[in-house]
């Protein structure tokens, strides 16, 4: 005999987690799981403070969706997907070892909020998938959320987002959601730098903007 909460379950209609689109059994339609799917793209990285720079997907696409959904929504389901998307990304290889793996902090405050830090959960795939360490160097000033910034301050806010809490070094791979106007990986860069790192790369799951020509900071 089917529980009440089955008969519900086979009569919902169920909805893509990214686009709302009709599935059947699956969270993602076809396009969205075909997206989610792809491979690491270089960011264009010339005059920035990065060695290399990856995004997986564009912040207007399905995997961008996905990041709102995951954020916005506290939908857990959503971060899962993302991190297999790293995962399945990753297993291409970067085509370098990184000797530590830095996620782009939250405050404490966000971070009660929310329940889970989407950059450090990405980070964990990252570490499992090249063996080196999480390096929680930085941590985030208290200030205004970027997201309510405007591009100005942002930029203006750059270098002033992160303080190391001590030194660090060889080559860092800072992981984030999203990359927008560059900023704030820039202000972590220049941060790591300034703590001991040799070189920094990043890698994030949606760029705004064409991925290649996205520079990755300001410089
Ligand atoms: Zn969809």
Request: hydrophobic share 45%; charged share 20%.
């Amino acid at each position: 005999m089917r529980t009440f909460a089955g008969m519900l379950d086979l009569v919902a209609i169920r909805e893509c987690l990214s686009c709302g689109g009709e599935v059947d059994a699956e969270p993602l339609c076809g396009d969205c799981a075909y997206a989610l799917s792809a491979r690491l793209t270089p960011l264009h990285t010339r005059n920035t403070l990065m060695r290399h720079g990856f995004a997986i997907g564009a912040y207007s696409g399905p995997i961008g969706a996905l990041v709102r959904r995951a954020k916005f929504s506290l939908d857990t389901r959503a971060v899962e997907l993302l991190a297999e998307a790293m995962r399945r990304a990753l297993g291409e290889g970067l085509g370098f070892t990184p000797d530590r793996i830095v996620p782009i902090p939250t405050t404490p405050w966000r971070l009660a909020q929310r329940g889970f830090h989407l950059p450090e959960r990405l980070a964990d795939e990252v570490a499992a998938h090249t063996g080196a360490p999480i390096d929680t160097v930085l941590r985030r000033r208290w200030g205004k959320a970027q997201a309510a910034r405007t591009f100005a301050e942002r930029l203006a806010a750059g270098g002033d987002l992160f303080v190391p809490r001590r030194a660090t070094s060889g080559h860092v791979l800072v992981v984030d959601d999203v990359l927008t106007s560059g900023a704030t990986l820039h202000g972590a860069a220049a941060e790591l730098l300034a703590a001991g790192a040799t070189s920094v790369s990043c890698l994030v799951l949606a760029a705004a903007g064409p991925l290649r020509r996205v520079p990755v900071g300001i410089s």
